[in-house]
């Protein structure tokens, strides 16, 4: 079994930063793309940041100058650096990433972390 954890959310005041982290865990043979999505209430889930396994990053103009994402192969781990955050920001924060699984023949699936939450107060 496969499994993408989060953590490092919480509550910060409106220009403040947080980090967020994302750990792949279980039975990888290798992993591809992963990415951070976030969703607020009422709104569709969006990407904020997505990175290959080669380091490429890519962000939307949201977010652009303010988030910076970042992986570690070795262990697995993704992370998010949120700086500048406002009110917009809040959301709940979901890891995804492209995992080929063992055995490698089964080919790679998107598996996605249980979300946690940011909240920015004004």
């Known amino acids: 079994q496969v499994q993408l954890v989060e953590s490092g959310g919480g509550l910060v005041q409106a220009g403040g930063s947080l980090a967020l982290s994302c750990a792949a865990s279980g039975s990888i043979f290798s992993i591809r793309g992963m990415a951070w999505y976030r969703q607020a209430p009422g709104k569709q889930r969006e990407l904020v940041a997505a990175i290959t396994n080669s380091g490429s990053t890519d962000y939307p103009d949201s977010v652009k100058g303010r988030f910076t994402i970042s992986r570690d192969n070795a262990k697995n781990t993704a992370n998010l650096q949120m700086n500048s955050l406002n009110p917009e920001d809040t959301a709940v924060y979901y890891c995804?990433?492209?995992?080929?699984?063992?055995?490698?023949?089964?080919?790679?699936?998107?598996?996605w972390g249980q979300g946690t939450q940011v909240t920015v107060s004004s």
């Open positions: 995804n990433a492209d995992i080929v699984s063992v055995p490698p023949s089964l080919g790679a699936r998107r598996y």
